[in-house]
């Protein structure tokens, strides 16, 4: 049987000054499956998203397919999950855009014309190859949103995790990074404060609070569920209705 | 923060100087360096030369001399030091436009004057022909120890990104009627550093983690070649006139 492509199970982890973020969580994603992770500020999402590669390490366990997250397979384990963070300010740093395209590949050991290669493929699946010589600096939200979405692709993950892909983003540069992500067809972790977009990109659901899951289920059932979202502070916006 | 872009100190070109392997920039002008100071400071005509022979690699690697000149000023502290020897230094006198100078003291000042310039300028040959990340890869190359090139690669990074966070806040200083210029209000520029080193450290540590995820362990990836037999000779080729002149100087 294939394993899944994630699986968390009685995920617990404490901050190193005492406080408890995670308080035993159970989650299987299946290969091909987009999962959005919602939840209010402070619930542990980002919490959850580093244990999956092995960035902070709790109690439980951790697989990504099949592979168990340890010490000894960090390596693997970074190279099949790319994590895109909140603000693409800190993941590029390098002085051009395909140099930083480059930096994850060529840390799992590409080189020469298949790090080329790959680089050309991750720009241009984000539409920014064009812009391959420019500095990051020079890039509006929206592009720079996109190149450090390129830079984890470039590193064929199996697994994508976005950690709020939408912030910041004005209305056209948001659809336009939607329609990126639709056309990737991976497995994606999306943790989001944004519940049309979660419900625009990803077919199935998962609330998280106070370190538990505590729904799971298709992302229109769940965001229809207005005693649920307002249990959990999350809140459609002004005009939205799905019930 | 997307540190290091367009960095004052490096020129981008594509002439051989450029393209010439980092590691071979740093050895050529390491040894440049020892040649420089350890030539007898007596032998002016030996500074004439090196300066010589800088001035082929500038032309080589198409640097102006005005780019070098606003560059240089950085050892202004060093002159105005090399200036006050003459003055103050001991022993036998020279008597120049009717002002006694020590004897030992103008060689002492020429000798900081010279070496220094000379130092500076061969520096920033190499950084104007070399980007500053080729510098970290040049140096893991030539087996520096992982530690210290770690260190220079996140001081790299962490002084553009504190740069940035600076700036932010003095703009949002700024609007909220903050004038620096008026010396009472500078209690407001010392509580902001306090709170920079905060949010630099907190950016830093994100930097970090997104740089961790995408399998950093420590080294940049090296994605260059090694430098052939021929680069070595011809990157060293300055340096081994400088050492032929340091030879005769001797």
């Known amino acids: 049987m294939t394993p899944p492509a994630l699986l968390v199970e009685r995920l617990a982890y404490a901050y190193p000054d005492g406080h408890q973020a995670l308080f035993g969580v159970n989650l299987r994603v299946e290969h091909g499956e987009r999962v959005a992770v919602l939840g209010p500020n402070g619930a542990g999402k980002t919490t959850l998203v580093l244990h999956l590669n092995g960035v902070l390490t709790g109690q439980g366990n951790v697989e990504v397919a099949g592979l168990p997250v340890e010490k000894a397979t960090l390596k693997e384990v970074r190279r099949r999950v790319g994590i895109v963070f909140q603000d693409p300010d800190d993941q590029l740093f390098m002085p051009t855009v395909r140099e930083d395209v480059s930096f994850g590949p060529a840390n799992f050991g590409l080189r020469g014309t298949d790090l080329a290669a790959r680089v050309k493929r991750a720009l241009d699946d984000v539409g920014m190859a064009d812009h391959a010589d420019r500095s990051p600096m020079h890039l509006s939200g929206g592009q720079r949103r996109r190149v450090a979405l390129a830079t984890v692709l470039a590193c064929d993950p199996d697994i994508l995790v976005l950690d709020e892909p939408s912030a910041n983003l004005e209305p056209r540069a948001r659809r336009e990074l939607a329609e990126v992500l639709l056309g990737l067809d991976r497995t994606t972790l999306m943790v989001t404060h944004d519940l049309p977009y979660a419900l625009q990109l990803c077919p199935r659901s998962v609330v998280i609070d106070d370190g538990v899951i505590v729904a799971d289920g298709p992302t229109r059932e769940l965001l229809a569920d207005a005693d649920l979202l307002a249990r959990h502070r999350l809140e459609l916006p002004f005009g939205f209705r799905l019930d | ?250």
């Open chain 2, 1 to 250: 923060m997307s540190a290091g872009h367009a960095h004052p100190l490096h020129r981008p070109g594509t002439s051989p100087v450029h393209r010439l392997a980092p590691q071979v920039k740093i050895v050529a002008a390491g040894f440049g360096v020892l040649c420089v100071v350890a030539t007898p400071r007596e032998r002016f005509w030996a500074f004439g030369l090196y300066l010589a022979v800088l001035g082929c690699v500038w032309t080589i690697a198409r640097i102006p001399p005005g780019w070098l000149a606003r560059r240089v000023v950085i050892e202004a502290p060093f002159v105005l030091l090399a200036l006050v020897f003459p003055f103050v230094a001991g022993g036998p006198t020279t008597t120049v436009l009717g002002v006694a100078l020590s004897e030992h003291g103008l060689l002492s000042g020429w000798n900081i004057l010279a070496k220094g310039t000379l130092g500076v300028l061969v520096s920033l040959t190499l950084s104007a022909t070399t980007a500053p990340g080729e510098l970290i890869v040049g140096l893991q190359r030539l087996r520096v120890p992982t530690m210290v090139v770690t260190i220079a690669t996140l001081m790299l990074r962490y002084l553009d990104v504190i740069a940035a966070e600076a700036r932010r806040m003095r703009i949002a200083r700024i609007c909220r009627g903050h004038d620096p210029r008026f010396l009472w209000q500078v209690g407001a520029t010392a509580r902001g550093i306090g709170t920079l080193f905060i949010r630099s450290y907190e950016r830093g540590e994100r930097v970090h983690l997104a740089m961790v995820s995408r399998g950093w362990a420590g080294a940049m990836p090296d994605q260059g070649h090694s430098a052939g037999r021929s680069a070595w000779l011809t990157g060293l080729a300055p340096t081994a006139l400088a050492v032929v002149v340091l030879g005769v100087s001797l």
